[in-house]
C-alpha cells in the first residue's frame, strides 16, 4: 500500500504536455488502480517508467474519427531477439511526439517487470502514434512483437492486425533463425516488408555484408533497405517515411454497422477483460451493444479507446483503427482471440481468425501450500487472458495435492509465466518437470491417446501398445567454423540432417529433424555453448515418429512420486534417471533413517542414491565392558530406524523440482 501511495503522489505531480495531457493523465491513473489491485506492490521500476513517459499528444488531434482510412497505417516490428524492437519502437515514440525526448527512455513499451529484468520483449505491445508528411497527419499503429521463438503465437496474432512490418536486422550479426522465420510469416500473410538495418553506428558493424545476406534470402532490392540506428535516433525519419509511402491503407468495409477482429486481450482488475482489436469497418461507440461471433454472448460497450502508449479513451473507433474495448467480460473463456465482434443483432461475415497455438511443453503447476489453491486459480486464468497460447486443465497428484496442468509452447515460455505469477500476483508455486506430448496407439483396437503426463503413461504391457514421439524441424544459423561441432551435438540428440546452405562465405544455414523432446530442455544452452554465443535456433512442429519411449518412474523409499517422474527414450533412460538421482540426493534434507532414492525403467531399477541417515552415537556412554553391550544399543536403534522408515515421510523441497528441470 505505501508503494502504491507514493505512486498517487507522483502521478498527481506529471503536468499535462498538450490540451490532450488531461485524458492521457487519466489514463496513466487507470493504469495505477489496475495494479493496486494486484497482491503484490508494483514494482519501482514499473513507476520510475510510468512517470517518465509523458502521455502528450498532437494539439491537431481532436478527434480520430476525422481520419481517413486512406491516412492510417498499421505494422509491426519483427525481427530475432536482441535485434533492437523495444529500442527502434522508442526512438518512433520519441520521433512522431508522443513521448518526451530523453535518454531515460528504455524499453517504454515493455511494460512487464520481467521483460525489464531480462532485456526481452514477451508481449506484444501496441501504441498509436501520429506523423506529418507531405502536410497531411497520418494515424501509425505500432505492435511491437518478441523476438523469440517461444513466443511466436504473439507474432502472428499481432500480424493479423498489421499490412505491413519493418523487418529488422542487426547490422552486426545479420540475418538469423528468427529472422526466417519471422519474414515468412509476413510474405505468407503477403504483407508488405520493409527492411531496416540496424546499429549501423556500431564501430564494428557490417552492413555490406548484411545488405547482401538480405538480398540473397529473399530477393530484397538493396535501395529498398533502410539504414538506422535505433540508439542514436539516425535514420527514424526515413522509416517513418517508409511506413507512409510503401504500407497500404487497412481496408474497410463500408456496409456493415461494425466489424472487428479481437487479437489480444488482458485483465484489468476493476474492469475486467479489455480487448485489443482491429476495427475492419463501421464504428463503435460507448453504450452500444456488442456480440461475439464464436460465443453468441453480448455485453455493454463501458469505453472505447486507444493505447497512446498509455491508454486513452475516445468518443468512437473507426474503420481501420487499432484501439481497446472494455465490455465487463470477466472470464478467459469469454475473449477468444481471433474471435470477430459485431454489433448485437447485426450480425456479419466471421473473420478466418487464427491458428489455435499448439503447445509444445507440459508441466504441473502447484501451490506451496494447499490454501493457495484458490489464489492460484485465479492468478493463472488472468494470465492465461493474457496470454492465450497456454493451455490449462486441473490436475490432482498423490504427492502435491490439487493443481493445474498448464501447456506452453517452449521452456522460456514456461520460466516467463511461472515467475509474472510470483511477481504481479504473489503465488509462490511448484514447478514439475517438464514433459512433450506423445502420442499412444493401442495395437488392439488402433486407439490412439494423447500423454503428456508421467501419471497417465500407459500401464498395459509395452507389447499392447505404440509410441509416437512429436518431432521439430530445426533451423540454425551460424558461422561457417562451428559447423563441426553443431552436427555432432544435432546427432547427439538423435536428429537427422535435411539440408546446409551457404547465406554467404562465411554463415551456414542447416537444418535438422529433431525429437522435440530433446530441445525443449538445454538445447538453445547446448548450441550457444558450443559456438560461444554466435548461433541461432529456430523450430516448427513436423508430425510424430514412432519411438522406444519409457517412464521414468523416480521412487522414494520404494514409494512412486509422480511429480518427479518423467517420459524419456530408452537410450537416454540411464543416463537421466541418474542424474535425477544424484541432483535429489543433493536437494533432499536428511532423516533419521537412510532415505533410498531410486530410478526405474520397464519394472527394473536402473538408478540409485542413498541418503544416509543422521546417526547418534548410542555407544559413547560405554567406557568398555563386553562387546554385546555395545551390540545391543546398535540393534535397539537400527530397530528404530526401521520403524520411523515404515510410517515417516520424506518432505520434498521446491529445490528438488527445479533442481530435476535442469540438465
Not at 13 to 25: E, I, K, N, R
Not at 172 to 195: D, M, S
Not at 561 to 572: E, G, P, Y
Request: net charge neutral.
Amino acid at each position: 500500500m505505501a508503494a502504491t501511495h507514493i505512486a498517487w503522489k507522483r502521478v498527481l505531480s506529471v503536468t499535462p504536455h498538450s490540451v490532450d495531457g488531461h485524458a492521457s493523465l487519466l489514463g496513466c491513473l487507470s493504469m495505477i488502480r489496475s495494479r493496486s489491485a494486484f497482491q503484490s506492490p508494483p514494482s519501482s521500476i514499473r513507476f520510475s517508467r510510468l512517470l517518465h513517459v509523458s502521455c502528450t499528444r498532437n494539439s491537431e488531434i481532436k478527434d480520430i474519427g476525422e481520419f481517413d482510412p486512406a491516412r492510417i497505417r498499421n505494422f509491426s516490428i519483427i525481427a530475432h531477439i536482441d535485434h533492437g524492437k523495444s529500442t527502434l519502437a522508442d526512438r518512433l515514440l520519441e520521433q512522431t511526439g508522443t513521448i518526451k525526448k530523453s535518454k531515460d527512455n528504455k524499453q517504454v513499451m515493455d511494460r512487464l517487470q520481467v521483460e525489464r529484468e531480462r532485456g526481452i520483449t514477451v508481449k506484444a505491445q501496441t501504441a498509436t502514434v501520429y506523423t506529418k508528411q507531405r502536410d497531411q497527419t497520418y494515424m501509425l499503429n505500432l505492435i511491437d512483437t518478441p523476438g523469440h521463438v517461444d513466443f511466436g503465437y504473439e507474432v502472428r496474432s499481432s500480424l493479423a492486425a498489421c499490412e505491413g512490418v519493418l523487418l529488422l536486422v542487426d547490422a552486426t550479426q545479420g540475418i538469423q533463425a528468427q529472422t526466417l522465420a519471422n519474414f515468412y510469416l509476413a510474405f505468407e500473410r503477403n504483407l508488405t516488408i520493409i527492411p531496416v538495418i540496424n546499429k549501423v553506428d556500431l564501430p564494428h558493424a557490417e552492413v555490406e555484408r548484411v545488405t547482401n545476406e538480405l538480398v540473397n534470402a529473399f530477393d530484397i532490392d538493396p535501395d529498398e533497405i533502410i539504414q538506422v540506428s535505433a540508439k542514436t535516433g539516425v535514420g527514424i525519419d526515413d522509416v517513418l517515411t517508409a511506413i507512409v509511402d510503401r504500407v497500404p491503407p487497412p481496408p474497410v468495409e463500408s456496409d456493415v454497422a461494425f466489424k472487428a477482429l479481437l487479437f489480444d486481450s488482458w485483465f484489468d482488475s476493476f474492469r475486467g477483460v479489455i480487448n485489443l482489436v482491429q476495427v475492419k469497418g463501421g464504428s463503435l461507440r460507448k453504450g452500444q451493444k456488442i456480440t461475439m461471433a464464436s460465443t453468441g454472448r453480448s455485453y455493454d460497450v463501458a469505453e472505447v479507446g486507444i493505447l497512446n502508449p498509455l491508454q486513452l479513451e475516445t468518443t468512437a473507433l473507426h474503420g481501420g483503427q487499432v484501439g481497446y474495448v472494455v465490455s465487463g467480460m470477466r472470464q478467459n473463456k469469454e475473449a477468444r482471440v481471433g474471435d470477430t465482434i459485431h454489433i448485437t443483432n447485426k450480425p456479419v461475415d466471421v473473420l478466418p481468425g487464427f491458428k489455435p497455438a499448439r503447445c509444445m511443453v507440459f508441466c504441473g503447476l502447484y501451490p506451496v501450500s494447499q490454501e493457495d489453491l484458490e489464489i492460484l486459480a485465479v492468478a493463472v486464468e488472468k494470465l492465461c487472458i493474457n496470454d492465450p497460447s497456454v493451455s490449462l486443465r486441473k490436475e490432482l497428484s498423490p504427492a502435491l495435492g490439487s493443481g493445474f496442468r498448464l501447456g506452453f509452447l517452449g521452456m522460456l515460455h514456461m520460466d516467463v509465466f511461472a515467475q509474472r505469477l510470483s511477481q504481479e500476483y504473489a503465488v509462490e508455486t511448484i514447478v514439475t518437470a517438464p514433459s512433450v506430448s506423445y502420442k499412444v496407439i493401442y495395437r488392439a483396437d488402433k486407439r490412439e491417446e494423447i500423454v503428456d503426463n508421467p501419471a497417465d503413461f500407459p500401464t498395459v504391457p509395452p507389447r499392447d501398445y505404440q509410441i509416437q514421439e512429436p518431432m521439430v524441424i530445426g533451423t540454425l544459423v551460424f558461422p561457417e567454423q562451428y559447423l563441426g561441432k553443431l552436427i555432432t551435438l544435432c546427432q547427439e540428440r538423435r536428429g537427422v540432417q535435411k539440408s546446409l546452405d551457404y547465406l554467404d562465405a562465411d554463415r551456414v544455414v542447416m537444418v535438422y529433424r529433431l525429437p522435440l523432446n530433446e530441445i525443449v530442455e538445454d538445447f538453445f544452452d547446448a548450441v550457444k555453448g558450443a559456438t560461444s554465443g554466435y548461433a541461432t535456433f529456430d523450430y516448427e512442429e513436423d508430425g510424430y515418429e514412432t519411438a522406444d519411449i519409457v517412464k521414468l518412474t523416480i521412487a522414494l523409499n520404494g514409494d512412486p512420486v509422480d511429480a518427479l517422474s518423467t517420459i524419456t527414450h530408452n537410450s537416454r533412460a540411464y543416463e537421466r534417471g541418474k542424474e535425477i538421482c544424484t541432483r535429489l540426493k543433493g536437494s533432499i534434507k536428511r532423516q533419521l533413517y537412510d532415505v533410498a532414492i531410486q530410478a526405474s525403467s520397464k519394472t527394473r531399477i536402473i538408478a540409485r542414491e542413498t541418503i544416509k541417515a543422521m546417526r547418534k552415537d548410542v555407544t559413547a556412554k560405554c567406557y568398555g565392558g563386553d562387546v554385546s553391550r555395545k551390540k545391543k544399543l546398535l540393534n535397539k536403534q537400527k530397530e528404530g530406524k526401521k520403524k520411523m522408515r515404515m510410517i515417516g515421510t520424506v518432505e520434498v523441497p521446491k529445490d528438488a523440482f527445479l533442481a530435476i528441470m535442469k540438465r
